[in-house]
């Protein structure tokens, strides 16, 4: 159990054996693939309208989501080996959002009262971590990435030279409709990052990021989540 005061509802796959009382869940037999929570909450998130689906292979894989996270639908996948997925209180998963963890041992934080709006992807592969601050903002259209999902060699020497690397988004960042967070980012505290911007290299605190590659246009700024 996790010790930092949070109240979670928890569902465990090992070896696609699912016990919970909180939650009623269907096995497809054939493929031995986790199709679908049936319960969504019912006593705490159905409320909410936050709707669980997704689908789990391999074992050992774990998700913890505090109770009171509202939002629509949210499909998390674990295709792979002792995974975790923990979403902090407060969070508000607006809806068709995804989180994709494909491998062994990766580890995905959502952090107190985060906002998705609609279509927002994670994708954590390759034994990678994905942290995201509190109070942060992810507008229509993100994309949050860990690695390339296809390998990429040297011809001289085959050496892989596009391995996965972890991402941190801190405290307090706002990234607008349509931005692309790559492999081994780390946005600082503070920061915005505008419209379709592509980011491939690490951006500082209190700054506003544009372009493709994105870049540091202003400093010294903070920012609000009302006007």
């Not at 497809?28 to 909450?41: E, G, I, M, P, Q």
């Not at 774990?62 to 998390?76: N, Q």
């Not at 020497?157 to 409709?177: K, P, T």
């Not at 780390?186 to 990021?209: F, L, Q």
Request: aromatic residues 8%; proline residues 1%; charged residues 20%.
């Amino acid at each position: 159990e996790r010790g930092n005061g949070i109240s979670y509802e928890k569902f465990t796959v090992m070896n696609c054996n699912i016990s919970k009382k909180d939650y009623i869940v269907k096995l497809d037999n054939t493929s031995s693939l986790f199709k679908r929570v049936v319960n969504r909450f019912k006593r705490h998130l159905n409320n909410r309208k936050l709707r669980i689906t997704g689908k789990f292979t391999g074992g050992g894989n774990h998700a913890w989501i505090s109770k009171d996270c509202i939002g629509g639908t949210l499909r998390i996948y674990f295709l792979g080996n002792n995974n975790t997925l923990c979403i902090d209180e407060g969070c508000n998963l607006k809806q068709n959002n995804t989180i994709f963890i494909s491998g062994d041992n990766n580890y995905v934080h959502i952090g107190k009262n985060v906002t998705f709006d609609q279509n927002v992807s994670i994708v954590c592969c390759e034994g990678t971590n994905v942290e995201i601050g509190s109070g942060s903002i992810f507008a229509n259209n993100v994309r949050i990435r860990t690695s390339d999902q296809h390998a990429i060699f040297n011809i001289d020497d085959d050496e892989r030279f596009n391995r996965a690397e972890n991402v941190i988004i801190e405290d307090h960042v706002w990234l607008g409709n349509s931005v692309v967070i790559n492999k081994g980012v780390h946005v600082k505290s503070g920061s915005m990052v505008g419209i379709g911007a592509i980011v491939t290299h690490d951006i500082p605190s209190n700054c506003v990021a544009v372009g493709v590659p994105a870049k540091v246009v202003r400093q010294n700024i903070k920012w609000t989540e009302h006007l």
